[in-house]
């Protein structure tokens, strides 16, 4: 695998996910939880597939705003 200070730590590959996961958690939380430690980078990314998961399914919000917060987050880098 993957090791997790590549994709957990800030400024990783998964940070465009972070804005979309503070409309769910605090993000206080989310960044706690943001570093290359393997158990806190596993919570890290439960967090987001939690957040992504409640918007969609419990929240009922459409795929397509998630996209469009996505792209706008990685555009602003």
């Known amino acids: ?13 998964f940070e465009p ?8 958690m605090d993000e206080k939380h989310i960044r706690a939880a943001q570093n290359g430690e393997y158990l806190t980078g596993m919570t890290f990314w439960t967090i987001l597939n939690y957040a992504v998961w409640r918007r969609l399914w419990i929240q009922g919000e459409p795929v397509e705003r998630l996209h469009g917060e996505l ?3 990685i555009a602003r880098g």
Not at 1 to 13: F, L, M
Not at 17 to 24: N, Q
């Open 1 to 13: 695998g993957i090791a997790p200070d590549r994709w957990a730590s800030p400024g990783g590959v």
């Open 71 to 73: 792209e706008e987050a």
């Open 17 to 24: 996910l972070v804005p979309l996961a503070a409309r769910v």
